[in-house]
């Protein structure tokens, strides 16, 4: 994968993410819920103005910030190739994607909405919260499963071997 191809899919993750939004906080903030899925899911629209699991409520200015600066350290990865491989592609999309869908809810509207509600898992998320999830477990295996995908990794194994 390129990088536009990337950066792109990263584009569309927010956009997807911001449209569902727009539709939750238009039609289901005025019920508050709607069960989707007896016993499953629920949709429950929820102001979220802390981080995962609801911790350090009001930080807004702090997750801003934090949230910009892990987007810039991806796009710097991704754009001087640190890594490579598709798992890393695929996570940076995920990432960057669903960082972006959440900073512009916390940008504008100083909270991000959440509202999937599923009865194993008892924190209300969004599409933006599984994505970055998504991509961080697919970011970890890779580095676990192919530590090589480090640019460069296998070049100072040969040179290493070479030498001896």
Do not use: W
């Not at 429950?44 to 981080?51: D, H, W």
């Amino acid at each position: 994968m390129t990088t536009a191809i990337v950066l792109s899919a990263a584009a569309l993750i927010a956009g997807v993410d911001q449209i569902i939004k727009y539709y939750i906080y238009a039609n289901l903030r005025p019920i508050g819920r709607m069960t989707v899925i007896d016993n499953l899911l629920t949709l429950v629209y929820s102001e979220n103005k802390g981080a995962a699991f609801g911790i350090f409520q009001d930080g807004t200015l702090f997750f801003i910030i934090i949230t910009s600066l892990l987007i810039g350290v991806f796009l710097y990865l991704l754009i001087t190739k640190k890594f490579k491989g598709k798992m890393f592609n695929v996570s940076v999309a995920l990432i960057l994607g669903g960082g972006i869908g959440n900073l512009i809810d916390r940008i504008f509207r100083h909270f991000v909405i959440d509202y999937l509600s599923l009865s194993f898992f008892p924190p209300i998320c969004n599409f933006a919260d599984y994505c970055i999830t998504v991509g961080a477990a697919i970011f970890v295996l890779s580095m676990m499963i192919t530590p090589e995908i480090i640019k460069g990794s296998n070049d100072k194994k040969e040179e290493a071997s070479e030498n001896e």
